[in-house]
């Protein structure tokens, strides 16, 4: 399959170990996030969301926790695993009609 | 369908000619968009449609993209005259709304020799 994000920050982790993946956006306006994940030659797929009311939102594994005042985003991994290799990319929208912009991405590599 | 379809899965064309990328949204879904995504970089927006009205095209490099959703369900987005930057992965995602998640397609791979 084709090969996305060939440079790409990477962060790797070992199998078992949580992972941190951190994401600054821009636009102070922004009231909906989301994480999508990425694996090679796929489209990316939607892993979690949250909306600017909360700071803190879980899934199964996973965690968002959002900090306005800095404009940062993060995602947490519990228990990494090796299908957890993939590119992950935060996505922005104020909310309304305006679509989601996409962040420069992050390679995540579980180390067996 | 289950999910977003997109044909054709690769396209190569030569520099000059049109090409019609389809994009078949999940059955239901109001919003449209296509996105353009180069090689290590995050989807890039070029445009959506809300059933079938298209609500944005900021995001069209040119004059030469174009992209249409007649019924409010399949669409198609044009490049006419194609050039060898616009070689990329097109890619067409839907959603309930526009304050929903996406769901992406495959998209299609476009290469102008």
């Known amino acids: 399959g084709e090969s996305v994000g060939l440079h790409l920050p990477t962060l790797s982790v070992q199998e078992g170990d949580n992972s941190i993946i951190n994401c600054a956006y821009s636009?102070?306006?922004?009231?909906?996030f989301i994480w999508y994940k990425q694996e090679s030659g796929k489209g990316p797929q939607f892993i979690i969301d949250i909306r600017s009311n909360m700071d803190k939102r879980q899934g199964q594994r996973v965690t968002v926790l959002l900090n306005k005042t800095v404009k940062h985003l993060s995602l947490q991994i519990a228990a990494t695993q090796p299908g957890d290799s993939a590119v992950y990319f935060c996505a922005e929208t104020p909310s309304g009609n305006t679509p989601l912009v996409f962040g420069k991405g992050t390679r995540l590599s579980v180390i067996a | 369908g289950a999910g977003v379809s997109q044909s054709p899965r690769y396209k190569v064309t030569k520099r000059g000619q049109d090409v019609a990328l389809r994009c078949d949204p999940i059955s239901g879904h109001v919003s449209l968009y296509w996105y353009r995504q180069a090689l290590g970089q995050g989807p890039e927006f070029l445009t959506y449609?809300?059933?079938?009205?298209?609500?944005?095209k900021s995001g069209l490099p040119n004059d030469r993209f174009s992209a249409e959703r007649p019924e409010g369900s399949i669409s198609t987005l044009t490049i006419q005259r194609t050039e060898q930057r616009d070689s990329a992965m097109y890619r067409c995602a839907s959603s309930l709304g526009t304050d929903l998640g996406y769901t992406f397609g495959s998209g299609t791979r476009l290469t102008v020799v």
């Open positions: 636009n102070s306006a922004s009231d909906y």
């Open positions: 449609f809300n059933y079938e009205a298209q609500q944005d």
